[in-house]
Protein backbone atom coordinates (compact mmCIF):
# COMPACT_ATOMS: atom_id res chain seq x y z
CA UNK A 1 0.00 0.00 0.00
CA UNK A 2 2.78 2.77 0.64
CA UNK A 3 4.67 1.47 -2.00
CA UNK A 4 1.51 2.53 -4.29
CA UNK A 5 1.26 5.28 -2.64
CA UNK A 6 5.07 6.64 -2.63
CA UNK A 7 4.62 5.79 -6.86
CA UNK A 8 1.50 7.34 -7.69
CA UNK A 9 2.59 10.65 -5.81
CA UNK A 10 6.28 11.30 -7.38
CA UNK A 11 4.90 10.36 -10.71
CA UNK A 12 1.90 12.55 -10.43
CA UNK A 13 4.38 15.35 -8.66
CA UNK A 14 6.81 15.16 -11.79
CA UNK A 15 4.21 16.62 -14.41
CA UNK A 16 1.62 17.85 -11.86
CA UNK A 17 3.79 20.82 -10.23
CA UNK A 18 4.99 22.55 -13.47
CA UNK A 19 1.04 22.84 -14.16
CA UNK A 20 0.57 24.71 -10.52
CA UNK A 21 3.65 27.05 -11.29
CA UNK A 22 2.49 27.61 -14.97
CA UNK A 23 -0.90 28.44 -13.55
CA UNK A 24 0.16 30.82 -11.44
CA UNK A 25 2.01 32.66 -13.49
CA UNK A 26 -0.88 33.28 -15.29
CA UNK A 27 -3.15 34.32 -12.89
CA UNK A 28 -0.08 36.54 -10.70
CA UNK A 29 0.36 37.86 -14.11
CA UNK A 30 -2.54 39.07 -16.13
CA UNK A 31 -5.24 38.47 -12.92
CA UNK A 32 -4.61 42.41 -12.39
CA UNK A 33 -4.00 42.16 -8.68
CA UNK A 34 -3.06 44.00 -5.62
CA UNK A 35 0.75 42.56 -4.37
CA UNK A 36 -0.98 41.19 -1.80
CA UNK A 37 -3.46 39.28 -3.84
CA UNK A 38 -0.06 37.81 -5.75
CA UNK A 39 1.73 36.85 -2.77
CA UNK A 40 -1.75 34.89 -1.91
CA UNK A 41 -2.29 33.25 -5.57
CA UNK A 42 1.46 32.22 -5.43
CA UNK A 43 1.33 30.91 -2.24
CA UNK A 44 -1.91 28.81 -3.14
CA UNK A 45 -0.44 27.51 -6.13
CA UNK A 46 2.42 26.46 -3.92
CA UNK A 47 0.34 24.53 -1.64
CA UNK A 48 -1.86 22.95 -4.71
CA UNK A 49 1.55 21.69 -5.96
CA UNK A 50 2.17 19.59 -2.87
CA UNK A 51 -1.05 18.72 -2.24
CA UNK A 52 -2.59 18.06 -5.74
CA UNK A 53 -0.49 14.57 -6.82
CA UNK A 54 -2.27 13.28 -3.34
CA UNK A 55 -5.67 13.80 -4.85
CA UNK A 56 -7.55 12.18 -7.07
CA UNK A 57 -10.70 12.37 -8.55
CA UNK A 58 -11.27 8.81 -9.77
CA UNK A 59 -13.04 8.06 -6.46
CA UNK A 60 -15.21 11.59 -6.68
CA UNK A 61 -16.52 11.36 -10.64
CA UNK A 62 -19.66 8.87 -11.70
CA UNK A 63 -18.24 6.11 -13.29
CA UNK A 64 -18.96 5.12 -16.85
CA UNK A 65 -22.37 3.40 -17.48
CA UNK A 66 -23.80 2.06 -20.70
CA UNK A 67 -25.11 5.21 -22.69
CA UNK A 68 -28.36 4.43 -24.71
CA UNK A 69 -30.22 7.16 -27.13
CA UNK A 70 -33.12 6.69 -29.03
CA UNK A 71 -32.79 6.53 -32.70
CA UNK A 72 -34.32 6.05 -35.93
CA UNK A 73 -35.65 2.59 -37.21
CA UNK A 74 -32.75 0.36 -38.87
CA UNK A 75 -30.44 2.95 -37.04
CA UNK A 76 -27.22 1.83 -34.98
CA UNK A 77 -25.82 3.27 -32.20
CA UNK A 78 -22.67 1.67 -30.35
CA UNK A 79 -22.21 2.63 -26.56
CA UNK A 80 -19.86 1.38 -23.90
CA UNK A 81 -20.52 -1.58 -21.25
CA UNK A 82 -20.10 -0.91 -18.01
CA UNK A 83 -20.05 -4.62 -17.17
CA UNK A 84 -20.38 -8.14 -19.30
CA UNK A 85 -19.93 -11.59 -18.85
CA UNK A 86 -18.10 -13.66 -19.23
CA UNK A 87 -15.05 -11.12 -18.86
CA UNK A 88 -12.64 -10.27 -21.41
CA UNK A 89 -9.29 -9.99 -21.60
CA UNK A 90 -7.99 -7.26 -19.03
CA UNK A 91 -6.18 -4.00 -20.69
CA UNK A 92 -2.77 -3.70 -21.03
CA UNK A 93 -1.84 -0.72 -18.91
CA UNK A 94 -0.04 2.45 -19.63
CA UNK A 95 3.12 1.72 -18.14
CA UNK A 96 4.52 -0.31 -15.25
CA UNK A 97 7.14 -0.09 -12.61
CA UNK A 98 9.41 -2.19 -10.90
CA UNK A 99 9.17 -2.20 -7.30
CA UNK A 100 12.98 -1.66 -6.93
CA UNK A 101 12.29 1.66 -9.03
CA UNK A 102 9.58 3.34 -6.81
CA UNK A 103 12.11 2.25 -3.79
CA UNK A 104 15.01 3.99 -5.57
CA UNK A 105 12.92 7.25 -6.09
CA UNK A 106 11.55 6.94 -2.78
CA UNK A 107 15.00 6.94 -1.45
CA UNK A 108 16.30 9.60 -3.02
CA UNK A 109 13.39 11.74 -2.16
CA UNK A 110 14.00 11.24 1.33
CA UNK A 111 17.47 12.07 1.22
CA UNK A 112 16.47 15.19 -0.45
CA UNK A 113 14.80 16.44 2.52
CA UNK A 114 16.82 14.78 5.19
CA UNK A 115 19.20 17.43 4.03
CA UNK A 116 17.07 20.20 3.66
CA UNK A 117 15.54 19.07 7.17
CA UNK A 118 18.96 19.32 8.51
CA UNK A 119 19.14 23.16 6.66
CA UNK A 120 16.10 24.19 8.63
CA UNK A 121 17.76 23.04 11.62
CA UNK A 122 20.92 24.87 11.27
CA UNK A 123 18.67 28.02 9.84
CA UNK A 124 17.20 27.87 13.82
CA UNK A 125 20.74 28.01 15.31
CA UNK A 126 21.92 30.60 13.20
CA UNK A 127 18.88 32.60 13.68
CA UNK A 128 19.25 32.35 17.22
CA UNK A 129 23.19 33.07 17.13
CA UNK A 130 22.47 36.41 15.34
CA UNK A 131 20.09 37.53 17.87
CA UNK A 132 22.84 36.52 20.59
CA UNK A 133 25.61 38.15 19.25
CA UNK A 134 23.77 41.73 17.96
CA UNK A 135 23.12 45.01 20.11
CA UNK A 136 20.81 47.31 20.59
CA UNK A 137 20.37 49.57 18.01
CA UNK A 138 20.76 53.78 17.98
CA UNK A 139 18.10 54.84 15.89
CA UNK A 140 17.13 58.46 15.06
CA UNK A 141 14.14 59.45 16.91
CA UNK A 142 12.16 60.50 13.07
CA UNK A 143 13.02 56.88 12.53
CA UNK A 144 11.65 55.11 15.63
CA UNK A 145 8.44 57.42 15.44
CA UNK A 146 7.69 56.28 12.10
CA UNK A 147 8.06 52.81 12.99
CA UNK A 148 6.13 53.13 15.98
CA UNK A 149 3.11 54.54 14.23
CA UNK A 150 3.01 51.95 11.36
CA UNK A 151 2.83 49.55 14.17
CA UNK A 152 0.29 51.10 16.18
CA UNK A 153 -1.71 51.24 12.64
CA UNK A 154 -1.50 47.77 12.82
CA UNK A 155 -2.14 47.28 16.40
CA UNK A 156 1.06 45.22 17.01
CA UNK A 157 4.08 45.94 19.13
CA UNK A 158 7.32 47.17 17.64
CA UNK A 159 10.11 44.39 18.19
CA UNK A 160 13.60 44.65 18.92
CA UNK A 161 15.72 46.69 16.46
CA UNK A 162 19.35 45.33 16.78
CA UNK A 163 22.27 46.01 15.03
CA UNK A 164 24.69 42.89 14.03
CA UNK A 165 28.37 42.65 12.02
CA UNK A 166 27.14 39.52 10.70
CA UNK A 167 24.71 40.78 8.12
CA UNK A 168 24.94 42.64 5.32
CA UNK A 169 21.24 44.32 4.77
CA UNK A 170 18.43 44.95 7.08
CA UNK A 171 16.58 41.28 7.65
CA UNK A 172 14.16 40.19 10.15
CA UNK A 173 15.02 36.79 12.21
CA UNK A 174 12.24 35.00 14.28
CA UNK A 175 8.86 33.25 13.71
CA UNK A 176 7.13 33.67 17.29
CA UNK A 177 9.69 36.39 18.85
CA UNK A 178 10.33 38.88 15.42
CA UNK A 179 13.77 41.19 15.69
CA UNK A 180 14.81 43.60 12.98
CA UNK A 181 18.29 42.92 12.57
CA UNK A 182 20.73 46.29 10.21
CA UNK A 183 24.39 45.87 9.66
CA UNK A 184 26.45 47.58 12.33
CA UNK A 185 27.96 49.92 9.91
CA UNK A 186 25.06 51.08 8.28
CA UNK A 187 25.85 54.85 7.03
CA UNK A 188 22.50 56.15 5.52
CA UNK A 189 20.44 59.10 6.06
CA UNK A 190 17.35 59.21 8.01
CA UNK A 191 14.90 58.68 4.67
CA UNK A 192 16.53 55.80 3.88
CA UNK A 193 16.70 54.70 7.26
CA UNK A 194 13.11 54.86 8.10
CA UNK A 195 12.11 53.49 4.40
CA UNK A 196 14.48 50.37 5.24
CA UNK A 197 12.78 49.97 8.94
CA UNK A 198 9.24 49.90 7.33
CA UNK A 199 10.20 47.60 4.95
CA UNK A 200 11.04 45.15 7.92
CA UNK A 201 8.03 46.08 10.37
CA UNK A 202 5.86 45.15 7.00
CA UNK A 203 7.47 41.48 7.20
CA UNK A 204 6.79 41.56 11.14
CA UNK A 205 2.98 43.09 10.23
CA UNK A 206 2.92 40.15 7.92
CA UNK A 207 4.79 37.37 9.59
CA UNK A 208 6.82 36.65 6.82
CA UNK A 209 9.22 34.44 8.33
CA UNK A 210 7.23 32.09 9.55
CA UNK A 211 5.00 32.00 6.80
CA UNK A 212 8.71 31.44 4.91
CA UNK A 213 9.77 28.74 7.39
CA UNK A 214 5.81 26.88 6.82
CA UNK A 215 6.40 27.02 3.35
CA UNK A 216 9.73 25.43 3.94
CA UNK A 217 8.47 22.38 5.77
CA UNK A 218 5.38 22.09 3.52
CA UNK A 219 7.53 21.65 0.09
CA UNK A 220 10.17 19.07 1.95
CA UNK A 221 8.03 15.91 -0.30
CA UNK A 222 8.37 18.34 -2.84
CA UNK A 223 11.79 19.53 -2.67
CA UNK A 224 13.37 17.45 -5.16
CA UNK A 225 11.41 19.09 -8.33
CA UNK A 226 12.66 21.96 -10.13
CA UNK A 227 8.92 23.54 -10.58
CA UNK A 228 9.23 23.97 -6.81
CA UNK A 229 12.29 26.49 -7.37
CA UNK A 230 9.73 28.73 -9.90
CA UNK A 231 7.09 28.79 -7.22
CA UNK A 232 9.23 29.63 -4.76
CA UNK A 233 10.86 32.38 -6.79
CA UNK A 234 7.37 33.89 -7.32
CA UNK A 235 6.53 33.77 -3.72
CA UNK A 236 9.52 35.61 -2.87
CA UNK A 237 8.75 38.31 -5.32
CA UNK A 238 5.51 39.05 -4.10
CA UNK A 239 6.28 38.96 -1.01
CA UNK A 240 8.73 42.03 -1.19
CA UNK A 241 6.02 43.85 -3.62
CA UNK A 242 3.62 43.75 -0.70
CA UNK A 243 5.84 45.17 1.76
CA UNK A 244 7.12 47.37 -0.38
CA UNK A 245 3.18 48.71 -0.85
CA UNK A 246 2.83 48.74 2.88
CA UNK A 247 6.36 50.93 3.06
CA UNK A 248 5.68 53.32 0.54
CA UNK A 249 1.64 53.76 2.01
CA UNK A 250 3.74 55.12 5.20
CA UNK A 251 6.01 57.34 3.63
CA UNK A 252 5.42 60.51 1.54
CA UNK A 253 5.13 58.83 -1.64
CA UNK A 254 6.24 55.57 -3.60
CA UNK A 255 8.52 57.54 -5.73
CA UNK A 256 10.46 58.79 -2.56
CA UNK A 257 10.52 55.33 -1.25
CA UNK A 258 11.75 54.32 -4.63
CA UNK A 259 14.34 56.75 -4.06
CA UNK A 260 15.27 55.59 -0.77
CA UNK A 261 14.94 51.92 -2.10
CA UNK A 262 17.78 52.96 -4.88
CA UNK A 263 19.82 54.87 -2.62
CA UNK A 264 20.55 52.15 0.01
CA UNK A 265 21.17 49.45 -2.59
CA UNK A 266 24.01 51.55 -3.35
CA UNK A 267 25.08 52.23 0.20
CA UNK A 268 24.31 48.56 0.57
CA UNK A 269 26.00 47.35 -2.50
CA UNK A 270 22.77 45.78 -3.70
CA UNK A 271 22.40 47.48 -7.46
CA UNK A 272 22.33 44.34 -10.03
CA UNK A 273 23.81 41.85 -7.31
CA UNK A 274 20.70 41.88 -5.39
CA UNK A 275 20.63 38.04 -5.69
CA UNK A 276 23.00 38.01 -3.56
CA UNK A 277 22.92 40.80 -0.97
CA UNK A 278 22.59 39.13 1.85
CA UNK A 279 25.43 37.44 4.16
CA UNK A 280 25.68 33.99 4.19
CA UNK A 281 24.73 34.29 7.84
CA UNK A 282 21.23 35.49 6.70
CA UNK A 283 20.71 33.09 4.31
CA UNK A 284 21.77 30.61 6.56
CA UNK A 285 18.73 31.99 8.93
CA UNK A 286 16.20 31.87 6.16
CA UNK A 287 16.06 35.74 7.19
CA UNK A 288 13.70 37.79 4.95
CA UNK A 289 15.10 41.11 4.43
CA UNK A 290 15.34 44.27 2.31
CA UNK A 291 17.23 43.10 -0.18
CA UNK A 292 16.84 38.90 0.04
CA UNK A 293 16.26 37.19 -3.63
CA UNK A 294 14.40 39.67 -4.88
CA UNK A 295 14.69 42.19 -8.16
CA UNK A 296 15.69 45.33 -7.72
CA UNK A 297 14.49 46.32 -10.64
CA UNK A 298 10.97 44.81 -10.92
CA UNK A 299 10.46 46.44 -7.37
CA UNK A 300 11.16 50.32 -8.60
CA UNK A 301 9.44 49.08 -12.08
CA UNK A 302 6.26 48.38 -9.78
CA UNK A 303 6.79 51.18 -7.85
CA UNK A 304 6.98 54.06 -10.34
CA UNK A 305 5.05 52.54 -12.97
CA UNK A 306 1.32 54.60 -12.59
CA UNK A 307 -1.83 52.40 -11.76
CA UNK A 308 -4.30 52.65 -14.98
CA UNK A 309 -8.15 52.63 -12.80
CA UNK A 310 -10.51 49.98 -13.69
CA UNK A 311 -13.84 49.61 -12.98
CA UNK A 312 -15.00 47.02 -11.20
CA UNK A 313 -16.86 45.17 -13.60
CA UNK A 314 -13.49 44.85 -16.10
CA UNK A 315 -11.75 44.02 -12.75
CA UNK A 316 -13.95 40.81 -11.95
CA UNK A 317 -14.18 39.72 -15.72
CA UNK A 318 -10.32 39.17 -15.82
CA UNK A 319 -10.21 37.94 -12.29
CA UNK A 320 -12.77 35.42 -12.76
CA UNK A 321 -11.52 34.50 -16.50
CA UNK A 322 -7.79 33.75 -14.88
CA UNK A 323 -9.38 31.72 -11.67
CA UNK A 324 -11.62 29.82 -14.13
CA UNK A 325 -8.19 29.17 -16.57
CA UNK A 326 -6.31 28.26 -13.34
CA UNK A 327 -8.67 25.71 -12.09
CA UNK A 328 -9.66 24.48 -15.18
CA UNK A 329 -5.50 23.44 -15.46
CA UNK A 330 -5.33 22.40 -11.58
CA UNK A 331 -9.26 20.26 -12.44
CA UNK A 332 -7.31 18.61 -15.31
CA UNK A 333 -4.18 17.99 -13.56
CA UNK A 334 -6.34 15.98 -10.73
CA UNK A 335 -8.79 14.59 -13.69
CA UNK A 336 -5.55 12.96 -15.35
CA UNK A 337 -4.55 11.27 -12.01
CA UNK A 338 -1.88 8.20 -12.77
CA UNK A 339 -1.98 5.06 -11.27
CA UNK A 340 0.96 3.36 -11.91
CA UNK A 341 1.05 -0.42 -12.05
CA UNK A 342 3.82 -2.66 -10.80
CA UNK A 343 5.16 -5.42 -13.49
CA UNK A 344 3.99 -8.76 -12.68
CA UNK A 345 4.09 -12.23 -14.98
CA UNK A 346 1.06 -12.67 -16.69
CA UNK A 347 -1.10 -15.84 -15.59
CA UNK A 348 -1.86 -18.69 -18.44
CA UNK A 349 -5.79 -18.35 -19.81
CA UNK A 350 -7.36 -21.64 -19.91
CA UNK A 351 -9.16 -22.34 -23.36
CA UNK A 352 -12.01 -24.06 -23.21
CA UNK A 353 -12.60 -26.84 -26.21
CA UNK A 354 -14.67 -26.32 -28.70
CA UNK A 355 -16.38 -29.61 -28.37
CA UNK A 356 -17.70 -28.96 -25.06
CA UNK A 357 -19.66 -25.73 -26.51
CA UNK A 358 -23.54 -26.71 -28.12
CA UNK A 359 -24.36 -24.84 -31.61
CA UNK A 360 -26.88 -22.20 -32.09
CA UNK A 361 -28.90 -21.18 -34.77
CA UNK A 362 -27.96 -18.37 -36.69
CA UNK A 363 -30.50 -15.49 -36.45
CA UNK A 364 -32.10 -13.35 -39.67
CA UNK A 365 -29.88 -10.49 -40.51
CA UNK A 366 -31.40 -7.16 -39.03
CA UNK A 367 -29.35 -3.92 -39.07
CA UNK A 368 -27.70 -5.09 -35.49
CA UNK A 369 -26.22 -8.04 -36.39
CA UNK A 370 -24.86 -6.57 -39.97
CA UNK A 371 -23.16 -4.37 -37.55
CA UNK A 372 -21.64 -7.36 -35.47
CA UNK A 373 -20.55 -9.20 -38.63
CA UNK A 374 -19.15 -6.13 -40.07
CA UNK A 375 -16.87 -5.62 -36.81
CA UNK A 376 -16.29 -8.96 -36.56
CA UNK A 377 -14.53 -9.01 -40.24
CA UNK A 378 -12.69 -5.85 -39.45
CA UNK A 379 -11.48 -7.25 -36.32
CA UNK A 380 -10.28 -10.16 -38.15
CA UNK A 381 -7.51 -8.13 -40.46
CA UNK A 382 -4.32 -8.02 -39.31
CA UNK A 383 -2.80 -5.84 -36.73
CA UNK A 384 -6.78 -4.68 -35.81
CA UNK A 385 -8.27 -6.71 -33.08
CA UNK A 386 -10.43 -3.78 -31.37
CA UNK A 387 -12.30 -5.68 -28.33
CA UNK A 388 -16.06 -5.52 -28.93
CA UNK A 389 -18.21 -3.97 -25.99
CA UNK A 390 -21.58 -1.91 -26.32
CA UNK A 391 -25.19 -2.02 -26.96
CA UNK A 392 -27.40 -1.88 -29.88
CA UNK A 393 -30.86 -0.66 -29.69
CA UNK A 394 -33.50 -0.02 -31.98
CA UNK A 395 -37.22 -1.15 -32.86
CA UNK A 396 -36.18 -4.18 -33.23
CA UNK A 397 -34.47 -5.02 -29.87
CA UNK A 398 -31.63 -4.50 -27.77
CA UNK A 399 -27.88 -6.09 -28.81
CA UNK A 400 -25.44 -6.17 -25.98
CA UNK A 401 -21.80 -6.82 -27.17
CA UNK A 402 -19.22 -7.97 -25.01
CA UNK A 403 -16.84 -10.49 -27.26
CA UNK A 404 -15.31 -10.58 -30.21
CA UNK A 405 -16.11 -14.25 -32.14
CA UNK A 406 -19.58 -12.79 -32.89
CA UNK A 407 -21.51 -15.94 -31.33
CA UNK A 408 -25.53 -15.07 -30.98
CA UNK A 409 -27.58 -15.56 -28.37
CA UNK A 410 -31.66 -14.40 -28.79
CA UNK A 411 -34.53 -14.80 -26.16
CA UNK A 412 -37.47 -12.55 -25.47
CA UNK A 413 -36.88 -10.55 -22.10
CA UNK A 414 -39.34 -9.75 -19.87
CA UNK A 415 -40.19 -6.40 -21.59
CA UNK A 416 -41.74 -8.18 -24.02
CA UNK A 417 -38.48 -7.18 -26.46
CA UNK A 418 -36.16 -9.51 -28.69
CA UNK A 419 -32.79 -9.61 -26.41
CA UNK A 420 -29.76 -10.26 -28.58
CA UNK A 421 -26.59 -11.22 -26.95
CA UNK A 422 -23.20 -10.92 -29.14
CA UNK A 423 -19.90 -12.54 -27.10
CA UNK A 424 -16.87 -14.41 -27.52
CA UNK A 425 -18.80 -18.29 -26.66
CA UNK A 426 -21.23 -20.29 -28.04
CA UNK A 427 -22.78 -21.45 -25.17
CA UNK A 428 -25.85 -20.38 -24.05
CA UNK A 429 -26.52 -18.43 -21.53
CA UNK A 430 -27.18 -18.78 -17.65
CA UNK A 431 -30.46 -17.17 -16.52
CA UNK A 432 -28.13 -15.03 -14.30
CA UNK A 433 -26.60 -13.37 -17.30
CA UNK A 434 -29.66 -13.08 -18.87
CA UNK A 435 -31.18 -10.97 -16.15
CA UNK A 436 -28.00 -9.32 -16.00
CA UNK A 437 -27.97 -8.33 -19.73
CA UNK A 438 -31.64 -7.01 -19.65
CA UNK A 439 -30.81 -4.96 -16.34
CA UNK A 440 -27.79 -3.16 -17.65
CA UNK A 441 -30.13 -2.74 -20.90
CA UNK A 442 -33.19 -1.18 -18.60
CA UNK A 443 -31.16 0.82 -16.87
CA UNK A 444 -29.26 1.95 -20.26
CA UNK A 445 -32.87 2.89 -21.84
CA UNK A 446 -33.93 4.52 -18.30
CA UNK A 447 -31.10 6.80 -18.57
CA UNK A 448 -31.20 7.71 -22.16
CA UNK A 449 -34.60 8.87 -21.17
CA UNK A 450 -33.50 10.97 -18.12
CA UNK A 451 -30.88 12.61 -19.97
CA UNK A 452 -33.23 13.31 -22.87
CA UNK A 453 -35.73 14.46 -20.12
CA UNK A 454 -33.18 16.98 -19.24
CA UNK A 455 -32.27 18.90 -22.45
CA UNK A 456 -35.41 19.28 -22.97
CA UNK A 457 -36.53 20.92 -19.61
CA UNK A 458 -37.18 24.41 -19.72
CA UNK A 459 -34.65 25.23 -17.11
CA UNK A 460 -31.69 23.82 -19.35
CA UNK A 461 -32.58 25.54 -21.88
CA UNK A 462 -32.79 28.39 -20.09
CA UNK A 463 -29.36 28.13 -18.74
CA UNK A 464 -28.14 27.38 -22.33
CA UNK A 465 -29.95 31.27 -23.08
CA UNK A 466 -28.42 33.00 -19.92
CA UNK A 467 -24.77 31.24 -20.94
CA UNK A 468 -25.30 32.86 -24.51
CA UNK A 469 -26.22 36.01 -23.17
CA UNK A 470 -23.64 36.43 -20.85
CA UNK A 471 -20.99 35.10 -23.73
CA UNK A 472 -21.97 37.93 -25.70
CA UNK A 473 -21.47 40.38 -22.94
CA UNK A 474 -18.92 39.34 -22.33
CA UNK A 475 -17.17 39.04 -25.51
CA UNK A 476 -18.93 42.80 -26.68
CA UNK A 477 -16.94 44.20 -23.40
CA UNK A 478 -13.85 43.05 -24.59
CA UNK A 479 -14.28 44.54 -28.15
CA UNK A 480 -15.49 48.09 -27.13
CA UNK A 481 -12.96 50.81 -27.33
CA UNK A 482 -13.10 51.29 -23.71
CA UNK A 483 -11.59 48.04 -23.21
CA UNK A 484 -9.14 48.31 -26.02
CA UNK A 485 -7.80 51.94 -24.98
CA UNK A 486 -7.14 50.65 -21.77
CA UNK A 487 -5.18 48.01 -23.08
CA UNK A 488 -3.35 50.42 -25.70
CA UNK A 489 -2.51 52.76 -22.58
CA UNK A 490 -1.06 49.45 -19.86
CA UNK A 491 1.14 48.69 -22.97
CA UNK A 492 2.37 52.68 -23.41
CA UNK A 493 2.76 52.62 -19.97
CA UNK A 494 4.61 49.20 -19.90
CA UNK A 495 6.98 50.21 -22.95
CA UNK A 496 7.69 53.88 -21.13
CA UNK A 497 8.91 51.81 -17.44
CA UNK A 498 10.77 49.23 -19.52
CA UNK A 499 12.73 52.31 -21.73
CA UNK A 500 12.99 53.88 -18.42
CA UNK A 501 14.91 50.83 -17.16
CA UNK A 502 16.85 49.94 -20.64
CA UNK A 503 18.19 54.15 -20.64
CA UNK A 504 21.93 54.50 -20.35
CA UNK A 505 21.40 56.96 -17.37
CA UNK A 506 19.47 53.77 -15.23
CA UNK A 507 21.84 51.59 -16.23
CA UNK A 508 24.71 53.91 -15.00
CA UNK A 509 23.38 54.07 -12.05
CA UNK A 510 23.47 50.35 -11.33
CA UNK A 511 26.74 50.04 -13.12
CA UNK A 512 27.44 52.91 -10.49
CA UNK A 513 25.74 51.41 -7.42
CA UNK A 514 27.76 47.87 -8.28
CA UNK A 515 30.92 49.72 -8.35
CA UNK A 516 30.61 51.13 -5.48
CA UNK A 517 29.27 48.37 -3.98
CA UNK A 518 32.30 46.25 -4.92
CA UNK A 519 34.68 49.41 -3.25
CA UNK A 520 32.68 49.25 0.20
CA UNK A 521 33.57 44.96 -0.17
CA UNK A 522 37.03 45.35 -0.57
CA UNK A 523 37.31 48.50 2.10
CA UNK A 524 35.19 45.80 4.13
CA UNK A 525 38.33 42.92 3.20
CA UNK A 526 41.31 45.29 3.59
CA UNK A 527 43.72 44.53 6.22
CA UNK A 528 43.37 48.11 7.49
CA UNK A 529 39.54 47.83 8.22
CA UNK A 530 39.65 44.42 10.15
CA UNK A 531 42.69 45.89 11.83
CA UNK A 532 40.34 48.67 12.63
CA UNK A 533 37.58 46.52 13.56
CA UNK A 534 40.35 44.31 15.81
CA UNK A 535 41.12 47.44 17.34
CA UNK A 536 37.28 48.71 18.02
CA UNK A 537 36.93 45.22 19.37
CA UNK A 538 40.03 45.12 21.88
CA UNK A 539 38.56 48.21 23.30
CA UNK A 540 35.29 47.19 23.80
CA UNK A 541 36.17 44.15 25.70
CA UNK A 542 38.85 46.58 27.62
CA UNK A 543 36.18 49.36 28.67
CA UNK A 544 33.22 45.58 29.16
CA UNK A 545 36.15 44.63 31.40
CA UNK A 546 36.58 47.55 33.25
CA UNK A 547 32.79 47.85 33.99
CA UNK A 548 32.65 45.06 35.23
CA UNK A 549 36.04 45.07 37.54
CA UNK A 550 35.59 45.03 41.18
CA UNK A 551 37.55 48.33 41.35
CA UNK A 552 35.01 50.65 39.28
CA UNK A 553 32.04 48.69 40.98
CA UNK A 554 33.47 49.89 44.29
CA UNK A 555 33.85 53.76 42.64
CA UNK A 556 30.15 52.98 41.55
CA UNK A 557 28.74 51.93 45.12
CA UNK A 558 30.79 54.48 47.09
CA UNK A 559 29.20 57.53 44.68
CA UNK A 560 26.20 56.24 45.40
CA UNK A 561 26.64 55.79 49.16
CA UNK A 562 27.71 59.39 49.19
CA UNK A 563 25.00 60.51 46.66
CA UNK A 564 22.38 58.89 49.56
CA UNK A 565 24.07 60.90 52.57
CA UNK A 566 23.95 64.17 50.60
CA UNK A 567 20.45 63.66 49.99
CA UNK A 568 19.59 62.60 53.62
CA UNK A 569 21.74 65.90 54.54
CA UNK A 570 19.99 68.21 52.63
CA UNK A 571 16.32 66.26 53.99
CA UNK A 572 17.55 67.09 57.01
CA UNK A 573 16.03 69.51 59.82
CA UNK A 574 19.64 70.88 60.43
CA UNK A 575 20.21 71.77 56.91
CA UNK A 576 16.77 73.47 56.68
CA UNK A 577 17.67 75.48 59.77
CA UNK A 578 20.95 76.75 58.34
CA UNK A 579 18.98 77.47 55.33
CA UNK A 580 16.57 80.25 57.12
CA UNK A 581 19.61 81.51 58.97
CA UNK A 582 21.82 82.47 55.70
CA UNK A 583 18.12 83.56 54.01
CA UNK A 584 17.72 85.68 57.36
CA UNK A 585 21.38 86.99 57.22
CA UNK A 586 21.22 87.74 53.56
CA UNK A 587 18.05 89.95 53.31
CA UNK A 588 19.31 91.36 56.58
CA UNK A 589 22.53 92.53 54.50
CA UNK A 590 20.57 93.49 51.88
CA UNK A 591 18.49 95.76 54.22
CA UNK A 592 22.11 97.62 55.08
CA UNK A 593 23.06 97.85 51.79
CA UNK A 594 20.04 99.76 51.14
CA UNK A 595 19.95 102.01 54.08
CA UNK A 596 23.08 102.96 52.97
CA UNK A 597 22.91 103.89 49.30
CA UNK A 598 19.57 106.14 50.26
CA UNK A 599 21.78 107.86 53.05
CA UNK A 600 24.94 108.46 50.10
CA UNK A 601 22.25 109.38 47.86
CA UNK A 602 20.77 111.81 50.03
CA UNK A 603 24.66 113.02 51.18
CA UNK A 604 25.26 113.53 47.81
CA UNK A 605 21.79 115.71 47.00
CA UNK A 606 22.35 118.21 50.02
CA UNK A 607 26.00 118.96 48.52
CA UNK A 608 24.64 119.20 45.24
CA UNK A 609 21.82 121.90 46.78
CA UNK A 610 24.41 123.58 48.88
CA UNK A 611 22.83 123.31 52.07
CA UNK A 612 24.24 122.13 55.90
CA UNK A 613 25.37 118.32 55.89
CA UNK A 614 23.72 116.98 59.08
CA UNK A 615 25.49 114.07 61.12
CA UNK A 616 23.26 111.52 62.17
CA UNK A 617 23.51 111.22 65.88
CA UNK A 618 24.93 108.01 66.35
Known amino acids: MIQHALAAYLINAAWQAPVAALAAALVARFAGLSPKGRHRVWLAFLIAAVLLPAVSLEGVLPRATPTVARVA?????????????PPAAAAQPAFSLAPWAVWLMAGLCAATAVVLIARLAAASLAARRLVREATPASLPAEARQAVED??????????PVLASAAVASPAVVGALRPVILLPSDLDVGVDALRAALLHEMAHVLRRDYAVNLACEVLT????????LLGLKAGVRRSRELACDAIAASAMASQKTYAQCLLSLAQTLGAGGQTQTACGGSTQAALAVGLFGRSDLEDRLMHLMTPKDAEGPFVRAARACGLAAVGASLLGSAALLHVTPVFAQPAPAQAVPPAAAS???????ATPATLAADQAQHDAAKPGLRPHRGGIIFNDQG???EVGDTGHQHSWTAASGKTMTVVDDSD?????????HWEAVAHDAEARADAAQKLVNSPEFKARIEKAKAEAAKAQAMISSPEFK?????AQADGRAAEAMVNSPEFKARIAKAASEAAQAQKLVDSPEFKAQIARATAQAQAAQAMVNSPAFKAQIAAAKTAGEEVRKYIDSAEFRAEMAQARAEGQAARDEMRRERNEEMRERRQEESGGPSTTPTP
Open 220 to 227: LPLSWHPA
Open 485 to 489: ARIAK
Open 427 to 435: AEPTAEQKT
Open 398 to 400: VTP
Open 358 to 364: PTVPSQP
Open 73 to 85: PNAVVEAPLAAAS
Open 150 to 159: LARAHGRAVP
